[in-house]
């Protein structure tokens, strides 16, 4: 069954996450992605160890796996007249050229928004870049790893007073890809009633502040920031996480704490509390909140998790496991919703990947490629431009294309 993007073209020039992402995620909803490779590659190519940990199978490596599925490769010598000439006839028949370089950096090779969309007017020009286009900073190189740190996201985690949390890596990169690919959808959208392209700004900075929105809005509008929390000093100790017997963490989430204080009572079996003038109150439990937290840490760890899930969940109580990664990937209700799917792999088999995060009735989501190998596609590519055989082969020859 075709994706709603199904008959989108897309033309990409990005490395390493958060260009290769939003790709990725159009190729997804079904759009033609055209991934334009330099001679080099894109260094993820190359990514078989991540921060120390093995990210390789069978001489391919799951970085470059993830981001870059349902695509086809060219290899094209941009400095090359030809090679632009290659490139320019792709843009021609494009719907989208999307790219994560520094801002100038497309302007410089003759390809920026002003060269492509006068040549395309309907051309949808995307760039996800690290800070924007404007400001002081615009042109300023970007990782996932600075854009985390200045977007506010390492310290709205972990708790008041200590040093800023250690954020595991390609959070920015991906979320940036969501945002993008989100503007790109919509810029397709008005294109339909306007007839005409636009260009489409995105950013690590701009994306991670929007995920921050509620913890921004604070500093936005009052001027305070949004206190970090301490979770043995939780304002709310029914909206908090416990560690459980078997080391495994629990986190209860009531926002109507006066209405569920009873439930938990009868859950943790200290019903002789409920009326307890220390705690009958969300006033109380907040302020004598180190005292309750202290009890509630020593139920908890009388039981495992699982047999907490089982008593909180019959008393009414709204609670979830905290998982770890490994445990997420194997969640029924993550499986259940293609949040996780199986695919057959043509080189390491039958594999489980991440899935998508929005389900279409009549037009779903699918994996329907691998990521491709290095300009695996070239030579089809070019023959649907109108390329022969024998102009193939010259190209070859001049090295404009691999």
Request: charged residues 25%; negative net charge; glycine residues 10%.
């Amino acid at each position: 069954m075709a994706g709603p993007l199904t008959g989108v073209k897309v033309v990409e020039i990005s490395m390493f996450q958060q260009g290769p992402v939003a790709g990725m995620r159009l190729g997804d909803l079904g759009a033609d992605v055209i991934k334009v490779e330099p001679k080099t590659g894109d260094p993820a190519r190359g990514f078989m160890r991540i921060i120390g940990v093995e990210a390789g199978l069978k001489g391919r490596n799951y970085y470059f796996e993830n981001n870059n599925r349902n695509k086809r490769s060219i290899v094209i010598d941009m400095t090359t007249a030809k090679g632009k000439e290659v490139f320019f006839k792709l843009i021609d028949e494009a719907d989208v050229f999307l790219n994560n370089m520094s801002i100038e950096a497309p302007i410089r090779m003759g390809i920026g928004p002003d060269v492509l969309m006068a040549r395309n007017p309907r051309l949808i020009y995307a760039q996800a870049s690290g800070w924007g286009r404007k400001g002081p900073d615009a042109n300023d190189y970007s990782f996932d790893y600075t854009g985390i740190a200045r977007s506010g996201l390492m310290m709205s985690c972990g708790e008041r007073g200590g040093p800023p949390a250690q954020i595991l890596p390609g959070m920015g990169d991906e979320l940036g890809g969501l945002v993008c690919a989100w503007a790109v959808t919509a810029a397709l959208y008005g294109r339909e009633k306007t007839g005409k392209g636009q260009m489409v700004d995105t950013s690590l900075m701009g994306s991670l502040i929007a995920m921050l929105g509620l913890i921004m809005a604070a500093p936005a509008i009052l001027g305070q920031e949004f206190p970090r929390a301490v979770r043995a000093q939780a304002g709310n100790p029914i909206y908090n996480h416990y560690r459980c017997q078997d080391d495994k963490w629990i986190a209860i989430a009531h926002l109507q704490p006066d209405r569920y204080w009873p439930n938990v009572c009868r859950a943790l079996g200290i019903t002789e509390l409920e009326k307890d003038l220390r705690f009958n109150s969300i006033e109380a439990r907040a302020e004598n909140t180190k005292e309750l937290v202290a009890i509630m840490d020593k139920k908890f760890g009388a039981k495992p998790r699982d047999e907490w899930l089982q008593i909180l969940r019959k008393e009414g109580c709204i609670c979830t496991p905290i998982q770890s990664p490994i445990e997420v990937s194997n969640d029924e209700q993550a499986i259940a919703n293609n949040y996780f799917i199986y695919v057959d792999h043509p080189v390491w088999g039958r594999i489980k990947m991440v899935g998508f995060p929005w389900d279409f009735s009549n037009t779903p989501a699918e994996w329907r490629r691998e990521a491709p190998e290095f300009g695996q596609h070239t030579e089809e590519i070019l023959l649907e431009l109108g390329y022969t055989w024998e102009d193939i082969a010259k190209l070859k020859e001049e090295e404009v294309i691999i």
